[in-house]
């Protein structure tokens, strides 16, 4: 495995943890179909269902993480979640699309979590 996939793996397995810890259910990880993946899927204290987009990087130096989540990718999550939805039947649950920045700092890791990102 190349070092940027671990990278990308450890960076959702560390926000898996975070949100656990912050009361999140996890309900599917690197959710996959025809139209795209879904890093995390999580329940939230309050019921309502999330879509995480984790972007891990090695720095913020060059540009920050949630840049990466362009227009295009928006879409193809949302068309995902769509389809996720309908498999699950969940389609008149509340819902929401986050995105989690993952930084690695010298006490572990470093994560900018920000709700409703779009």
Do not use: H
Not at 6 to 32: D, K, T
Request: charged share 30%; proline share 3%.
């Amino acid at each position: 495995m190349d070092e940027r996939k671990r990278l990308g793996n450890r960076g959702e397995e560390e926000v898996a943890r975070w949100l656990r810890g912050q009361g999140y259910r996890i309900l599917a990880s690197q959710y996959r179909c025809r139209f795209g993946e879904i890093d995390l899927i999580a329940r939230s204290r309050e019921g309502i269902l999330c879509f995480v987009e984790v972007k891990a990087r090695t720095s913020s130096r060059f540009a920050a993480a949630r840049e990466a989540v362009t227009a295009a990718k928006q879409r193809r999550l949302r068309t995902t979640a769509q389809l996720y939805l309908a498999q699950t039947g969940q389609g008149e649950c509340p819902c929401r699309f986050d995105v989690a920045e993952v930084y690695p700092s010298p006490a572990g890791y470093e994560i900018n979590y920000i709700t409703n990102a779009f």
